[in-house]
């Protein structure tokens, strides 16, 4: 039972990597311009690198034989724990970024508190992590300003990219049965301690962006539930056609 | 036939400006203590932005320790028609290579 929550625990952030991971890959060749679009896939390549260590975790805690492969690309899109956030579209570029930036913050804050786990491997995890995020950070931090102090047209844009994708902030902080578990035994993070500082770090970036933080009433959930929104389909019938077309193919 | 090259120009100009990317040039410091190298060039719009290219693009294999960027607008080039001027008076003074002395072993970075 306890190596199920622990399953559990670890793959919800194995997804999480994952589905943010080829949502950037998406970008491939797509950027604005070269530089940027290498960039986009640097970070896209450290986040599947994190997927991977996540779901092998994860994997080897099933005691099944299974596979990182196995979770990626054989389960359903019930079966997936993502947040919600992390399956958006990636939309105009400044919806890439927005959804990134509130993504990185918190995985910043995230792992920085993963760190001191009780679990080993999560920590060593959290640890190689924390270096890749924080230039993440950097990189996306960095447009969020670009962009929202930039030209009209660039304001606009990055302004309703945060609008629309503000009602799935608050995801990332719930905490379920499984995670209240894993905090009290040390493995894990009260994930609702680090909104105070995301918050602080978000308005900071949005006050030298000249943007306006959003008032939002309804919050989305259900990922950690495995109910998604209507792009994670099409977004898995996409990464795992081919081991669904030619199973346990390798190359 | 007059028409063909200035068409193309135009639109190289358009392109340009609306791209408004200015070029810049990278060093990179392989090791600490040894001189930057010129890596090549990248697009950005500003000097954030030069530097996260230039880390992106050149030291993706742990090719540096540090970055230097500049505009490439900054750097004063020597002009290949001045090439005799500049460089032909040094090529009968041999005198100047430092093949002449021996370098102790315990010199490094050379």
Not at chain 1, 19 to 37: C, M, T, V
Not at chain 1, 41 to 53: C, H, T, V, W
Not at chain 1, 84 to 110: H, I, S, W, Y
Not at chain 1, 215 to 238: F, V
């Amino acid at each position: 039972m306890e190596r199920q929550n622990l399953f559990r625990y670890v793959l919800s952030f194995g997804d999480d990597a994952l589905i943010n991971g080829q949502r950037l890959s998406q970008w491939a060749y797509k950027a604005p311009f070269l530089e940027e679009d290498i960039a986009l896939s640097n970070i896209a390549l450290d986040i599947f690198g994190r997927a991977n260590l996540f779901l092998d975790y994860a994997a080897s805690l099933k005691e099944n034989g299974s596979t990182a492969d196995d979770l990626a690309f054989k389960r359903n899109e019930r079966e997936f724990t993502n947040n919600l956030l992390c399956e958006q579209p990636n939309g105009n570029f400044a919806d890439t970024m927005v959804r990134q930036f509130f993504l990185d913050v918190f995985n910043k804050l995230l792992f920085e508190e993963l760190i001191v786990s009780k679990d080993s491997q999560l920590s060593a995890i959290s640890q190689k992590s924390i270096k890749e995020t924080n230039y993440h950070l950097r990189h996306s931090s960095n447009w969020i300003i670009r962009l929202g102090d930039g030209t009209q047209e660039s304001h606009k844009k990055v302004q309703l990219a945060i609008n629309n994708l503000w009602m799935f902030t608050d995801e990332l902080f719930e905490m379920n049965n499984n995670a209240t578990e894993m905090k009290k035994q040390k493995i894990g993070v009260d994930c609702q301690t680090l909104k105070p500082e995301w918050d602080k770090i978000v308005n900071d970036i949005f006050l030298i962006a000249t943007i306006h933080k959003p008032i939002n009433e309804h919050m989305a959930t259900g990922g950690r539930q495995g109910i998604h929104t209507e792009h994670l389909g099409h977004l898995l019938s996409d990464m795992q056609y081919l081991q669904r077309a030619y199973p346990d193919a390798i190359w | 036939m007059l028409h063909w090259p200035m068409k193309k120009n135009m639109k190289k100009k358009t392109k340009m400006s609306k791209n408004k990317l200015s070029v810049w040039e990278v060093f990179i410091q392989p090791k600490i203590g040894v001189p930057f190298q010129h890596a090549g060039n990248i697009h950005a719009t500003d000097k954030e932005m030069a530097l996260q290219n230039a880390r992106d693009l050149y030291t993706r294999r742990q090719e540096g320790t540090c970055i230097w960027v500049v505009k490439s607008d900054d750097i004063v080039s020597s002009n290949s028609d001045d090439n005799e001027s500049f460089f032909d008076p040094a090529d009968d003074k041999v005198y100047r290579y430092p093949t002449f002395f021996k370098i102790s072993k315990k010199v490094k970075g050379i």
